[in-house]
């Protein structure tokens, strides 16, 4: 059998998988480096090992690979391994793709029926020893954060018995506590919902479990210093849906978020609110703090479908603009019985898009600053040498200033696409913003991919480092940064 991905559109040019692994010590660099810049960049990105079973599958069904840029003193070093999950060594012995739609055992080869389909493939995240590469729909893969070597599916010990746990669980940085959720909680097409909140020891401090009011996709989720916060988004899938063979999920616009709030100390039940159609799209969130009996929330949300591999319930067709997202402020109001919260929207006429970061140590806290990607229609992009390229490309990211609602760009070149943002501060105990935004540019017309190290408070001067790989890196979902 033959590994063709000649006929696969997502597969073609910069896109191509890169299907193999790569040490590089002493990375080419440009520029400077700042020297306090010390610890460990992951990524966590899509690397299909064989083509697709079938033509309509998602990119998000791409097997697992994690990235580490090492710096130190100055110089970087670079490592890339396949996860190795037991769907990449069963389909690596098969010499072929045993899993098919995403999300649906039933299209699957036989011989894979009772093996997990993790691919680890969306967010990287260090918790008590082990690097988590995570997806939505299975356990946590661990990682040894040093050599990048799959260790195993990790259940906390046996302590996480839910079938599923999400791709963006928060660490608080006050006390170290790990809080995580997970849906279709007790398999495929159930209505389960469990919480976790683990100690930094990573001991199971408490947990909830409760029934959603609509099966729907729960990417991610807000923690405040009191609550937390969980969106469904628009969604949403169905046992006849799988039962039929399709992919898992369909954006249904009649489907509005639902928010479950529940306080942190389990002093109280799961409130659930329910918005209108037009605030469905809540993918990432940016950060949330409880003032008073008020949780507020900041996050891009989009009135569509973010994505084109989704097919819309009403049979139409994909909107490219329904895609971008503004920034809304959701204030939820726990003294009152509205099921309903408030909507602002900050940063008037922006359209981003939903990948956005703070610096961490403010999490769940008030905060000043995000960084997120975006399209800007301000920056040059050279369509003929960077390939002409069908898809939209990200060019920027932009630093908000949620005090003054100002925006500052950081544009590293006219062939170039940017990946998620990742704020990094200039040392433990610097103020917030104080510090670097890093991440990996695509250098379309060079086919060859790098790291760019930006200032985080002179965005507008591009990156003060580059550092060059000799080839093209896969695509990448979400990234963390681990200190030291
Ligand atoms: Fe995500």
Redesign the pocket.
Known sequence: MSVDFSTDPTAQGFFAPMRFEADIEDCETQGEIPPELNGSFYRTCLDRRYPPRYADDTPYNADGAVDMFRIANGNVDFRTRYLRTARYTAERAAHRALFGRYRNRLTSDPSVAQLSHNTGN??PLLFNGRLLCLKEDSPPMAVDPNTLETLCEWDFDGQMTARTFT??PKLDPRTGELIAFSYEARGDATYDIAVFIFDAQGKLKRQWWFKSPVLSMM??MAITDRHIIIPTTGMVTSRERLDAGLIHWTYDSSVPCHVAILPRDGSGEVRWFQGTPDQAML??TTNARTEGDRVILDAPVASANFHPYFPNADGSGFDVAGVSPNIRRWTFDLSSTRTDWDEEILFDGIRAT?MVRIDDRFLGQPFRYSYILAVDPKMPFDRARGGNLSVRVANAWWRFDHANGTIDRAYVGSTHGLAEPQFVPRHRDAPEGDGWVIGVANDFSQMRSELVIVDAQQMQRGPVARVKLPFRLHTQ??GWWVAG
């Open positions: 969306t967010t791709a963006h990417h991610d993918l990432h939903s979902v979400h």
